[in-house]
Structure formats: C-alpha cells, structure tokens
C-alpha cells in the first residue's frame, strides 16, 4: 500500500466527535453531526396537556422548534433554569428538536478503543438509547442515540408543535 492510500483510508475513518454535555452529576455525549446549534434557555410557548418533559415551543428564525428537557425525561433532580442552562438544537432524522441540558463543555474525539458497550442495566433502567460509554482522560462519557431517545416521543413532539 502506497503512503498517499494509508493516508487517504486514516482521513476516512476519523474517529467519531461528540458534544459533551452535563445533566445533574453525569456527563453524556451525542454525535456532533445531530449538533444544528447552540442556544441559552429563552422562554418558550407551553403546549397545552403536553407531557411535562416537553417544556413547550420557540420560533427559531421562522421554524417552530419543539423544546425537551432531557432532565425532566431522565428525571435527574428538579431542573433550574439559570445563565449556564442550554438548549442543544438537534436535527434527528430531518427533524430539528431543542435539548435542554445543565451545560455543554465540550467537543471530544472518542476513537473506537475509547468506547465500551452500553452495560446492561436490566428492566430497572432502560438503556436501549445508550449507543456506549466513552473515557477520555478520566471522564466517563454516557454516549446518547438521540434517534432512539427521541424515537417514541417524536409524535407526541410533533403533535406540540404543530
């Protein structure tokens, strides 16, 4: 194999970039990819007989954008909203949805070695959302399908803000 070919194969298969951000104590991970943007917590439009994890809707430059708050979704403690909350705008499958999250560090590179299976938590949790768990210089990171996550509440999301 020629220099120019290992090169080439190296540049395609660069290891995987998530955002890293926080809920309550844990830190998780979702594919840059799904990243559309980066936005502080603004008020939104509540939805009425929603589900309390759908905290309602923003205009977003003429889109209406259904808001999750994955802290009410994973009931991590009782979600504040102050100048470090964000909303992570995801587009999942074509559709564009807003995450809120405590905060949002960084992005990190995760190579495969890096990244280990979900465990199995058994009925007691569901981790069928959880793709692996990714360590980087003593950080563990909860890596999330946001597909999968979102999956099941996509209708009902929909519904919101329609």
Known sequence: ???????ARSAGAAAPEFLAFTLGSEEYGVAIQQVQELRGYDSVTRIAQAPDFIKGVINLRGSIVPIVDLRIK???????YDQFTVVVIL??????????????SDV????????????RMGA???TEYVTGVGTLDGRM????????????DMQIIERAAA
């Open 124 to 126: 007691a949790m569901d």
């Open 74 to 80: 994973f009931g991590v403690g009782t979600p504040a």
């Open 108 to 119: 990190v590179t995760l190579p495969a070695e890096q990244v280990k299976a979900a465990p």
């Open 91 to 104: 587009n999942i499958g074509g559709r564009v949805v807003g995450a809120v999250v405590d905060s949002v």
């Open 1 to 7: 194999m020629h220099a120019t070919e290992a090169l």
């Open 141 to 152: 990171l909860i890596l999330l399908d946001m597909k999968r996550l979102m999956g099941d």
